[in-house]
């Protein structure tokens, strides 16, 4: 699902759902996010999921996220500290 920012470029929301290795999994965190966004009438595009640990530099599916992303897109994360 998409809609249109203020330059009218599509505007995919992209969700990055990570759970340490002490969490019971990242989708946790995935209807959080859906029911936020659903309160302005919008859907998340796309969920890149992934049990690592935040110490781990083996994060394929936030390299994936990071190729998949273009300009105007929306990133929303449970958390800051998931993108560390």
Do not use: W
Not at 4 to 25: C, G, H, K, V, W
Not at 26 to 49: H, N, P, Q, W
């Amino acid at each position: 699902d998409y809609t249109q920012n203020e330059t009218d470029l599509p505007m995919f929301i992209r969700a990055y759902l990570r759970a340490s290795t002490d969490d019971q999994d990242a989708s946790r965190a995935r209807d959080y996010l859906e029911t936020f966004v659903s309160g302005y009438g919008k859907a998340i595009a796309s969920c890149y999921m992934e049990n690592a640990s935040g110490s781990h530099a083996d994060r394929p599916e936030l390299i994936r996220l990071l190729k998949d992303a273009r300009r105007g897109d929306v990133l929303l994360v449970e958390s800051i500290d998931r993108l560390s």
